[in-house]
């Protein structure tokens, strides 16, 4: 039985006994036996004499204070701790680490053949003993000592300063980073890259010098990365007024790397995934991804670097607000309508999954084991969430005062979400003291809304009544402040005008009360609401709309994301309805009003064809099954396949004609021609159901001149079981097996592959000439897919699924936690399943509490799933 870690308490914090105002690191690299020299101006800042260094993994070599030997100090477990200290002093520390034996992937390790470094949240405690918290902020200056041949490269955070010859073939190069940063931000590369290179002129007129490092051979995979770098620049300059401070920027690409990307002062690691890409071997998604992604790096320069957070309970503030720059950057470069579709796909899905889960937390949570685990949909997409609604109730105006109060007074310091609620509140006048409960408050939630309308007096009125259901650790919920977000339509589509007691009302209603009523003047007859307009917030709407009002609004609606959503709306009553039909045995149908419905915005030459792709999209199997207390995986499944079924064949004339005619010669990357390029191939998934679709698919692949239509044409095959599905997946092997980034599209249709063997089909895979266990990537599209996107076969009532998932993170336990970690998650929701399926998942469970050597990443989430 694993020893049971402790907790860490928000409300325990106190103020650091010291600080650093300088560090100065010496990296002379070797595999095995890197040999780390940091010298570090020390000041105390309270009455202790003894100073507490985070470490882990570390060989101590030697300890000395203002030049002499230091014997007053003991190495305890997970750190070091210094005694009897003077009040000002230099402190250097010698430390010996295993980069090449470092299979975490935190701290200083070996990716392929260069060293590179993560150190958030808690890995610069693997390079040497120091104050690993994010209230120390000290200048750091890094001098990397390597064998000139093998890493002619040596990088590291800030300006390169200096450089130089050592002995027996080595060389070295100093870099300083004038702003102040916690330990988390630090960064290191050593290696032998191609690079590209560009040059981008501020608003105040200097020159920052840009470089993308790619391994060799992959030059021609950057330009795209280098495009979204300088969109991110111009873009935070234009909409934030915030312009970069150093004199160059740097983003690396590794393949092994637990994260996205990291925001490093001026020194960007990233995962390959998010840089490399050309219409061969990267498809449409992968390239509005890496816009996203550089994108969200690139703003954390403000909101994360200059402005940091004062401990790791306060990561929304950094993250969640700059998710919300990246969605928006995302939004004002491509179809805003399509990216909101997206990001709420996401919180209805996994994040209100997460909401209802054991790990559910509040987007800044009060009491955690292993910092890793923070970094959660909640935290980031939730907490983007919360910031958009501050947004929405201050408006442009507003929040851009905020913005700009809240770097006035906290640039260079580690700040908390308070600080940044208090300066939106200061900025604009608005009263955010009940809105700060979406920080402290978990859970998900629902508001139930009711309508009626006096033909009398021409008054229309809506009660809202909004409840949180209790959460794990918080049983007991209040009233959050809600912008509920509305528009009315007449019978003809026209938008009739909000007005209350004589005087115009603004479309968002501040719901603040667990029940309220809100009376609109002058509504000439019956309107049909469009409710929570935009999401207006991360809530469950329940609304007892009829099938002719959500069509009316699929219609009618002037807000694309409102048009969506009723779509979505009537989906989801006729899923629910034929979940119960498949459950008496019976048949799964659809009604011609439906049918007829979607058939229309297939048709709508007025819509955007990325919109259009949107319109006619299922929602996911993880989405619907979030409506239920007891999923019925089985049915649900039945159904959704159904329905797309039972689509294909009734539009299929439409869909086909409708695909032939998006045929695109030249491949370009354009928001128009990927939206083109979505419809096409949503299309092409539908027809997959069809009796042409063998051939369609096939020919696609055979035909195809870029990347999105070859996986399009494969995805379909795999979705649909296609006789073709065999031949393409070969084929697709043996064209890209020697790289592996690409290779992982193949792994996730495997993972994700409905048919009755797929759990043989995926252990096979991993004897896979390019898969590894011990890389992320190809873990998380082999493995995690098949936790994550194939729930059939992963909750087969054998527990197959089940026993795999458990011999895989006992593996990663081992090897790499942080990645177990993340994959756990589907396992924790043992709750949604019957008796049988929980007695299985709970089985598995047992016997990873049991390790004598669980990880505290995976510890934390176990123990509360059997808590549970």
């Known amino acids: 039985m694993a020893t049971q870690p402790l907790a860490k308490y928000r409300k325990d914090y106190q103020s650091p006994t010291h600080l650093i105002s300088d560090i100065d690191l010496t990296f002379d690299l070797h595999d095995n036996a890197t040999i780390v020299t940091a010298v570090s101006k020390v000041n105390q800042a309270g009455d202790s004499d003894e100073l507490w260094l985070d470490g882990e993994g570390l060989k101590l070599v030697s300890v000395s204070v203002n030049d002499t030997a230091w014997s007053e100090y003991a190495e305890e477990e997970g750190g070091l701790r210094l005694q009897s200290l003077p009040e000002s002093f230099e402190l250097v520390i010698v430390t010996e680490i295993d980069p090449e034996g470092n299979t975490a992937l935190e701290g200083l390790y070996k990716s392929g053949g260069a060293f590179c470094t993560q150190c958030e ?7 040497t003993y120091y104050m690993d918290r994010p209230d120390v902020l000290a200048k750091f200056t890094t001098t990397v000592i390597a064998d000139e041949k093998v890493y002619p490269f040596l990088l590291s955070n800030g300006n390169r300063i200096e450089e130089g010859k050592a002995d027996d073939g080595r060389h070295w190069v100093k870099w300083q980073d004038p702003h102040p940063k916690p330990a988390y931000l630090f960064a290191l ?142 939004s004002d470069l491509g179809s805003r309508a399509v990216n909101r579709i997206n990001n709420v796909r996401i919180i209805r899905g996994p994040q209100f999954a997460e909401d209802a889960s054991p790990m559910s937390h509040p987007i800044r949570p009060d009491k955690v084991i292993e910092m890793n685990n923070f970094y959660t949909l909640t935290v980031y997409e939730k907490g983007s969430e919360v910031i958009r609604m501050m947004h929405t109730l201050l408006g442009e105006e507003g929040f851009q005062a905020g913005m700009k109060l809240y770097f006035e007074r906290h640039d260079g310091t580690a700040a908390t979400c308070e600080n940044f609620v208090s300066a939106m509140e200061d900025a604009s006048g608005v009263d955010l003291t009940q809105f700060r409960l979406w920080y ?21 009125s809506l009660t809202i009544k909004q409840v949180t259901p209790a959460t794990q650790e918080q049983s007991e919920k209040q009233p959050l402040h809600i912008p509920f977000d509305i528009e009315l339509y007449d019978s003809k589509g026209g938008v009739v005008g909000l007005t209350s007691n004589g005087e115009p009302v603004a479309n968002v209603l501040n719901v603040t009360d667990a029940e309220q009523t809100f009376v609109f003047d002058d509504v000439a007859e019956k309107p049909v609401p469009s409710l929570l307009r935009e999401f207006s917030a991360p ?129 370009k990357i354009d928001h128009d021609s990927i939206g083109r390029r979505a419809l096409r191939n949503t299309c092409l998934g539908f027809l997959a159901k069809t009796e042409q679709g063998n051939e369609l698919v096939k020919a696609q692949y055979q035909h195809a001149n870029n990347m999105t239509d ?23 092997s043996d064209k890209w097996k020697h790289d592996g980034l690409v290779m992982d599209k193949w792994f996730n249709l495997q993972g994700s592959n409905p048919a009755d063997n797929a759990l043989e089909v995926i252990k096979e895979s991993m004897n896979h000439p390019a898969f590894s266990l011990k890389n992320p990537n190809r873990t998380r599209n082999l493995i995690g897919s098949f936790l994550n996107q194939n729930p059939v076969n992963f909750h087969n009532r054998s527990g197959e699924g089940y026993k795999f998932a458990g011999e895989i993170l006992q593996t990663l336990n081992d090897s790499n936690p942080q990645v177990a970690s993340r994959l756990i998650d589907p396992l924790l929701k043992l709750a949604k399943y019957d008796d049988q399926r929980k007695s299985l998942i709970k089985a598995e469970l047992e016997a990873l509490q049991g390790l004598d050597n669980l990880a505290k990443d995976l510890f934390e989430k176990v123990s509360k799933a059997l808590e549970a």
Request: charged residues 25%; proline residues 1%; contains cysteine.
């Open 121 to 127: 949240a808690e890995g610069f405690r693997r390079i």
């Open 189 to 330: 590369v050593a290696g032998d890259f191609d690079v590209l290179r560009d040059s981008y002129k501020t608003q105040s007129g200097r020159d920052v010098a840009l470089e993308i490092f790619v391994d060799k051979g992959n030059l021609d995979r950057a330009p795209h990365a280098m495009t979204s770098l300088i969109n991110s620049m111009k873009w935070d300059e234009e909409r934030f007024g915030l312009e970069y401070d150093l004199d160059i920027y740097m983003i690396v690409a590794v393949d092994f790397f637990n994260m996205g990307a990291m925001e490093n002062k001026g020194l960007n690691i990233f995962n390959s995934k998010f840089v490399l890409a050309n219409d061969q071997t990267a498809t449409d998604t992968d390239y509005l991804g890496i816009e996203a992604v550089i994108g969200h790096e690139y703003f954390h320069n403000w909101t994360g670097n200059r402005v940091t957070c004062r401990d790791w309970f306060q990561l929304s503030l950094k993250e969640g607000l700059t998710v919300f720059r990246d969605q928006e950057f995302s």
């Open 440 to 460: 402290s408050q978990s859970g998900t939630p629902e508001l139930t809304v009711t309508s009626e309308y006096h033909e009398a007096t021409k008054q229309f």
């Open 539 to 667: 809530v469950k709407l329940h609304y007892d709309y009829s099938d002719e009002e959500l069509v009316f609004l699929m219609t009618h609606a002037r807000n694309d994301f409102a048009r969506w959503d009723a779509g979505q709306m009537l989906l989801a009553k006729y899923i629910r309805d034929n979940v119960t039909k498949v459950q008496s045995g019976e048949n799964v149908s659809l009604s011609e009003q439906v049918i007829d419905a979607f058939r229309g915005a297939l048709l709508d030459s007025s819509l955007e064809p990325a919109f259009i792709a949107e319109m006619l999209s299922l929602p996911s199997h993880n989405e619907v099954s979030g409506w239920y207390d007891i999923v019925d995986v089985d049915a649900v499944a039945k159904v959704l396949g159904g329905i797309k079924s039972i689509l294909a064949s009734e539009l299929e004339d439409e869909l086909s004609a409708t695909y032939h005619s998006l045929k695109q010669v030249e491949y």
């Open 710 to 732: 070859t996986i399009a044409a494969m995805s379909a095959a795999n979705q649909s079981q296609l006789a073709c599905r065999e031949d393409l997946m070969a084929d697709y």
